[in-house]
């Protein structure tokens, strides 16, 4: 976070940067926006005086911005309890598909400016939500952006030593969970998914999950959608041919979801599911499947 000037221009150039923070640390474009509008909210609220006083405004405003999102997670638990069957964070189209489509066009959408990397794969996103908030922000604001400890210290309010054992907690979460995989081959697994899936081919659906897969799919009380994980590939596989059985009409197109190939269902140009998946040794092991409209808006211009 190094030191910028207090000028207009400047300042409004940080947003790009505390998007892609603050979409690791809350796994939701729209939360994500949010919390970068509350941070520039209380910089305009500040006196000329005391903004002239900061020597750093792109620190100041990650520092708040990264304290908005600790208070998101800390209150995120109660929300999810509220929540109807299960939680995943809100998936990505990739921006470059847009802009050739010409979708991006002048669009002010926060989802527009986030860089998609590794560290936005579904996969990892999911190993971020096993973490307390403490060690999401630590964790994200050191190994995915680098920022010293004793910023990081700053932020939560802790010392850098306590900072550093929580980033190293959270390193131990991802290391205990498989490291997100590289998707090469994973766009050939998926065109054979794709394909099982409109002929409604279980034996070859069967095939191509792994025996233990889990699907998670993410409905939020608005849409039809499975409240709990579906375990085992023979499972999964008729709960997919259920699915192409009681939707006519579904069309499937292979899309980039968070960086990585994945599919979209969509009816009528309107898009319906979002679904990733997590491929080891040529098979599906994981997939989560998004319905919740309200997660779907940066996908609904790209039909």
């Not at 990264?66 to 069957?85: H, K, M």
């Not at 081959?185 to 792994?210: M, S």
């Not at 098979?283 to 790209?302: C, F, M, S």
Request: include cysteine; proline fraction near 5%; charge should be negative.
């Amino acid at each position: 976070m190094g030191t910028v000037g207090t000028s207009a221009d400047d300042i409004v150039g940080e947003r790009h940067q505390l998007i892609n923070v603050a979409y690791r640390l809350l796994g939701s474009a729209t939360e994500a926006e949010d919390a970068v509008q509350d941070a520039y909210a209380r910089w305009y609220g500040l006196s000329r005086t005391r903004q002239q006083e900061i020597q750093s405004p792109g620190a100041w405003l990650s520092t708040v911005t990264s304290r908005i999102c600790l208070d998101l997670l800390g209150s995120a638990r109660a929300r999810r309890e509220r929540y109807v069957g299960a939680w995943l964070p809100e998936p990505l189209p990739d921006r470059v598909e847009w802009d050739r489509a010409g979708g991006a066009a002048g669009a002010a959408d926060p989802a527009d400016q986030i860089v998609l990397d590794e560290s936005v794969d579904m996969a990892f996103l999911v190993v971020l939500e096993s973490m307390t908030p403490a060690e999401r922000v630590a964790f994200v604001l050191h190994d995915v952006f680098r920022y010293p400890f004793a910023e990081i210290a700053d932020v939560l309010g802790r010392t850098p030593a306590a900072s550093k054992q929580l980033a190293a907690s959270a390193r131990r979460r991802v290391s205990a969970a498989r490291a997100p995989a590289a998707a090469t081959g994973q766009a050939e697994v998926v065109r054979q998914v794709k394909e099982a899936w409109e002929t409604k081919d279980i034996a070859a659906l069967v095939g191509l999950l792994d025996p233990a897969a889990v699907m998670t799919a993410d409905g939020g009380g608005m849409v039809g959608a499975a409240l709990r994980p579906v375990e085992g590939g023979a499972l999964i596989a008729q709960y997919m041919v259920a699915i192409a059985d009681k939707a006519p009409g579904l069309e499937l197109v292979e899309r980039s979801v968070n960086g990585v190939p994945g599919l979209v269902a969509q009816r009528a140009g309107v898009v319906m599911t979002v679904a990733s998946f997590d491929v080891l040794d040529g098979r599906v092991t994981r997939i989560w499947a998004v319905r919740n409209p309200e997660k779907l808006r940066p996908w609904a211009r790209d039909g």
